[in-house]
Antibody, heavy 119, light 110 residues
Framework: QVTLRESGPALVKPTQTLTLTCTFS??????????VSWIRQPPGKALEWLAL???????YYSTSLKTRLTFSKDTSKNQVVLTMTNMDPVDTATYYC???????????WGQGILVTVSS | NFMLTQPHSVSESPGKTVIISCTRS????????VQWYQQRPGSAPTTVIY?????PSGVPDRFSGSSDSSSNSASLTISGLKTEDEADYYC?????????FGGGTKLTVL
């Protein structure tokens, strides 16, 4: 079955760089049409799409955050990695990785990882 | 980029029907499919509608989706409300490889 799991630090300091890893199973990111995305949700607030990487290694970023984001994949390890630079307390959120399925929806999600930005 | 605007909250009684709207700010609602997600507290979202009006297996037929070009909006309709439907609901669409979520609607079933 398809699973995704986020890992990374629970706490980062302002101005630091956040590195999050999503380890997935049950599908191959090298298969045509497969994509993985990062989506975040500040406490009590709405979902916000951050970035997406596809099977062809094309990357797409949120317009407002693209200067701070880098998305990469390691197909052999079934992992994708997101880095976000210059973290700020407003970036405190639960960060989810999710697969974009064949119907265009995010059909499988990880459990999410809460990242707090505080000194 | 476009925005998707949803009502902040809706409430209705068990057994009734509720409609949650999702209005696209620019560009045609019909130009890209709309998805709807349900999120219960402490859990990741799950899809209840994809491609405007399709239900994933396991989602009851009480959930339906539609799109209206005249109002440039999509709607999620939940009929025969149950207390278990109480959750946050998000619409989502895409344009020019930018994925957008609505601000979410908190559904209270009381």
């Amino acid at each position: 079955q398809v699973t995704l799991r986020e890992s990374g630090p629970a706490l980062v300091k302002p101005t630091q760089t956040l590195t999050l890893t999503c380890t997935f199973s049950g599908f191959s990111l090298s298969a045509s049409g497969m994509c993985v995305s990062w989506i975040r949700q500040p406490p009590g607030k709405a979902l916000e799409w951050l970035a997406l990487i596809d099977w062809d290694d094309d990357k797409y970023y949120s317009t407002s955050l693209k200067t701070r984001l880098t998305f990469s994949k390691d197909t052999s390890k079934n992992q994708v990695v997101l880095t976000m630079t210059n973290m700020d307390p407003v970036d405190t959120a639960t960060y989810y990785c999710a697969r974009r399925g064949i119907h265009g929806d995010f059909d499988y999600w990880g459990q999410g990882i809460l990242v707090t930005v505080s000194s | 980029n476009f925005m998707l605007t949803q009502p902040h909250s809706v409430s209705e009684s068990p057994g009734k029907t509720v409609i949650i709207s999702c209005t696209r700010s620019s560009g045609s609602i019909a130009s890209n499919h709309v998805q709807w997600y349900q999120q219960r507290p402490g859990s990741a979202p799950t899809t209840v509608i994809y491609e405007d009006n399709q239900r994933p297996s396991g989602v009851p037929d009480r959930f339906s989706g539609s799109s209206d070009s005249s109002s440039n909006s999509a709607s999620l309709t939940i009929s025969g409300l149950k207390t278990e439907d109480e959750a946050d609901y998000y619409c989502q669409s895409v344009d020019s490889s930018i994925w957008v979520f609505g601000g979410g609607t908190k559904l209270t079933v009381l």
